[in-house]
């Protein structure tokens, strides 16, 4: 079943959230997409790129996607992916008012099931769709939790109050395990030619995905980014966490993710997703 909401830290937190996707400098289209919804037992409702809002009204869920296939399938399949989350999760959140017994680890891989399924028909049924698949990196944040799960090589990041930033996710390549196990550092990871070379992603012929599944406890002051690749090839970690941490006070008063995305922009040479989640203490309980 996972951690409980109702855990200690279950903590009725104020959500700040700010989200932009980017062409690029280079592409012709944007294959990436990206989702923020307010979910409870009513149903889902879509926020905007901007906002505020408190857990204890409902819950959250924030997706990145990135799309690959030929023509505009690329585009097509990480639109599919953002849009079956929002019906997809509505159901599961009925179940569970229904008071059936289902966790969080079972909703999300369910999910996870269904796109991949849906995109595996489609690239079979549709000569234009042959190949198509995308990434998917999903957070839910509940009261005293953020669940995520992921397949691909977008990331969420998390960066506590006391400091510093982990990447929650794995890139599923096999640059990405080297990396994870010490056998390269950042910076051979970032010029290996191998780095785009996906094991998995929903779609795309996989006949079988294993996706990641976690949890991790939140707390007042905390901050979750969720990106595509396009922003990592732009930006190095530590300076991702300077963007978001330590802004230049010229632009502090810009959307974070708006930041991030028009300094990666720069030298990206994909197309760029950034949402940045920000958790504060409610101003009144």
Known sequence: MGPSPTSPNAVPLAVHWSGITDRGRIRKNNEDAFLALAIDGHGVHHLGKIGDSSLARSDF??????????????????????????RLMARSFRVRAQGLDSGFT???????????????????????????????????????????????????YYLPSTGGLTQLTHDHTHVGWQR????????????????????????AGYQIVDPQIGAVAVQPGDRLLFCTDGLVDGL???????????????????????????????????????????????LSV
């Open 236 to 282: 190095w970690d530590r300076r991702i966490e300077e963007a978001i941490r330590e802004p230049d006070p010229a632009r502090a008063t810009e959307p974070p993710a708006k930041r991030l995305v028009e300094e990666a922009r720069e030298s990206s040479r994909d197309n760029l997703t950034a949402i940045v989640v920000e958790l504060h203490a409610p």
């Open 106 to 156: 079972d909703i999300l891989a369910e999910l996870f099931s269904q796109i991949h399924a849906d995109l595996l028909r489609l690239g079979y049924s549709y000569e234009e769709c042959a190949g198509m698949g995308a990434t998917l990196s999903l957070g839910w944040v509940t009261p005293g939790w953020l669940y995520f799960a992921h397949v691909g090589d977008s990331r969420i």
């Open 180 to 203: 994870r196990t010490g056998k390269i550092n950042e910076r051979e990871a970032r010029n290996h030619p191998g780095r785009v070379s996906l094991q998995q992603a929903l779609g």
């Open 61 to 86: 869920i924030f997706a990145v996607s990135d799309g690959m296939g030929g023509a505009n399938a690329g585009e097509f399949a990480s639109r599919i992916a953002v849009d079956r989350i929002t």
